[in-house]
Structures are given as structure tokens and as C-alpha cells.
């Protein structure tokens, strides 16, 4: 299966992102690509509501879009896209649960879309939405590298006499350490793009992990550093934290 990296939001450099009806003042449209999944959209009532996204006159190919840390249930949420505004051509549609949820088609190179939510009985709450073409490193992890740590926090300390102090800081985080012993020339492309477009580590990112989970994840690596094996082959790790 291997591991898809969704590093790219089009959103962040998009003509412009509007939603219908308006959002709350204090929960703006713009949190929903601010890379924080935390503080999230908040529409202004529970009628039904269109994102508009806006790529511009020279609009990026996208072949796949995600939801992330939303309260959308119960529904089916329709995307659309056109090269004339609004767009009216469903290009994908999805039985929402509240789950976050990744979603992928044929790669369609068009200036407008919008995400459609029914009417729902309250007001949508998203933490992230992304649109733009996710990327997929198809050579499996070597697993003896690549085990789901749980990583405590915890802050431990010791008193002058000897006394041991431990206080829980906040909520457990799962780290990923993905480590390939021979990784093709095609697949570290793939990997490289991805670390370009977190701004080598400064922003979250979306991935599906071997197993089909989705997580949102901070890329903890500072660098990348391939080995080259021969005939087109590398040896390379990247590490990734579960971010909250």
C-alpha cells in the first residue's frame, strides 16, 4: 500500500477561498488552511454551505482533497469543479461521519471549486481542508524501523534530596520513524517533493499511513539524507510526530 504524504493544500496559494453563508466572525474561513487543525471554521448557521476555492487563470493539477478534524455528519458532501464560476460539474462526492477522510480521483487541471455541505442541524465545524495532489512513496517502510511509538508527555525532574517529581504536561502523541534500507530513485523524488512542500518541516501535513490510517502529523527530521546503494536505490528515515 505505502505511505501517502497529502503535504500540498492549493489553498495556500489560491485567488481566493469565500464560504456561503458567512463564517462566524471569530471562527474565520481562513483557519481551514492554516496548517492547525486545532482552531477551526465555524459556519454562521446550519443551512447549506458552499466553500468556494478559487486556483486562478493558471490553476495546479489536483487529484485528491481531505478533510481533517471536522463535525460534518450525517450528509453527503459534494465537490465540484469547472473552469467557469460557480462550478456546477460534480467531480466527487462522500458520505460524511465526522471522521477525517482523504479522497482521490483522476488528475483534473480546473480554476474552480466547491465543496458542498447539506443542510445539517448545527453550523459545520472543519479544521482543514485540502485540495491539491497527494503523494505516494509505494515502497512499504522496512518494518524493524518503522514501529508506532506512543511518546508520553511528561516532565520529570529531581528534587535536591533526591526525591523524584513527574507531572503530565498534555496528551500522549504517536511518533512515526519510516526507514527504507532500499528506496527506488522515483519514490525519493516523491519524498523530497513532500519535505518542499511543508517548508522542510515548518508546516503539518495529512499522510495515510501502511495500515490506511489517517493522521495528522508534524515532520519532526530536520534534513533528509539518502544513501545512494547503487542501481538507483537509497537508504534514507524520516520521522513524523502526531500533531495535536
Same mark, same amino acid.
Given at each position: 500500500?505505502g505511505?501517502?504524504l497529502?503535504s500540498? *493544500? +492549493?489553498?495556500e496559494?489560491?485567488?481566493a477561498?469565500?464560504?456561503?453563508?458567512?463564517?462566524?466572525?471569530?471562527?474565520?474561513?481562513?483557519?481551514?488552511?492554516?496548517r492547525?487543525?486545532?482552531?477551526?471554521?465555524?459556519g454562521?448557521?446550519?443551512a447549506?454551505?458552499?466553500i468556494?476555492?478559487?486556483?486562478s487563470?493558471?490553476?495546479? %493539477?489536483?487529484?485528491? /482533497?481531505?478533510?481533517?478534524?471536522?463535525?460534518?455528519?450525517?450528509?453527503?458532501a !459534494?465537490?465540484f469543479?469547472?473552469?467557469a464560476?460557480? %462550478?456546477t460539474t460534480?467531480r466527487?462526492?462522500? &458520505?460524511?461521519t465526522?471522521?477525517?477522510? +482523504?479522497?482521490?480521483?483522476?488528475?483534473l487541471?480546473?480554476?474552480? /471549486?466547491? !465543496?458542498?455541505?447539506?443542510v445539517? &442541524? &448545527?453550523?459545520?465545524?472543519?479544521?482543514?481542508?485540502?485540495?491539491g495532489? %497527494?503523494?505516494?512513496?509505494?515502497?512499504n517502510?522496512f518494518v524493524?524501523?518503522?514501529?508506532?511509538i506512543t511518546?508520553? *508527555?511528561?516532565r520529570r525532574?529531581l528534587?535536591p534530596?533526591g526525591?523524584?517529581?513527574?507531572?503530565? !504536561?498534555?496528551?500522549?502523541r504517536?511518533? +512515526?520513524?519510516?526507514? /527504507?534500507?532500499?528506496l527506488?530513485?522515483?519514490?525519493?523524488?516523491?519524498l523530497?517533493?513532500?519535505?518542499?512542500?511543508?517548508?522542510?518541516?515548518?508546516?503539518?501535513l495529512?499522510?495515510?499511513?501502511?495500515?490506511?490510517?489517517?493522521?495528522w502529523?508534524?515532520?519532526?527530521?530536520?534534513e533528509l539524507? %539518502?544513501?545512494?546503494?547503487?542501481?538507483?536505490?537509497?537508504?534514507?528515515?524520516?520521522? +513524523?510526530?502526531?500533531?495535536l
Amino acid at each position: 500500500m505505502g505511505i501517502t504524504l497529502f503535504s500540498q *493544500n +492549493l489553498l495556500e496559494t489560491a485567488a481566493a477561498v469565500t464560504v456561503s453563508p458567512a463564517a462566524l466572525a471569530a471562527k474565520p474561513i481562513t483557519r481551514i488552511s492554516d496548517r492547525d487543525k486545532g482552531p477551526q471554521y465555524e459556519g454562521g448557521s446550519a443551512a447549506q454551505t458552499d466553500i468556494d476555492i478559487d486556483l486562478s487563470a493558471s490553476p495546479s %493539477p489536483v487529484t485528491g /482533497w481531505a478533510l481533517v478534524n471536522h463535525s460534518i455528519a450525517g450528509v453527503t458532501a !459534494l465537490l465540484f469543479g469547472d473552469n467557469a464560476t460557480p %462550478p456546477t460539474t460534480q467531480r466527487d462526492s462522500v &458520505a460524511l461521519t465526522g471522521a477525517d477522510i +482523504l479522497r482521490t480521483f483522476a488528475s483534473l487541471t480546473l480554476r474552480y /471549486w466547491r !465543496l458542498r455541505i447539506p443542510v445539517m &442541524a &448545527a453550523a459545520p465545524k472543519i479544521g482543514e481542508l485540502l485540495l491539491g495532489v %497527494p503523494r505516494t512513496v509505494t515502497q512499504n517502510p522496512f518494518v524493524r524501523q518503522s514501529g508506532v511509538i506512543t511518546r508520553g *508527555n511528561v516532565r520529570r525532574d529531581l528534587s535536591p534530596a533526591g526525591y523524584g517529581w513527574a507531572a503530565r !504536561l498534555g496528551a500522549k502523541r504517536i511518533r +512515526l520513524p519510516y526507514g /527504507w534500507t532500499s528506496l527506488s530513485e522515483a519514490d525519493l523524488v516523491t519524498l523530497e517533493a513532500a519535505f518542499d512542500e511543508v517548508d522542510q518541516g515548518a508546516k503539518n501535513l495529512l499522510i495515510q499511513d501502511v495500515e490506511g490510517t489517517l493522521r495528522w502529523v508534524a515532520w519532526v527530521s530536520p534534513e533528509l539524507v %539518502p544513501v545512494p546503494l547503487g542501481d538507483e536505490e537509497f537508504e534514507v528515515a524520516v520521522e +513524523l510526530e502526531e500533531a495535536l
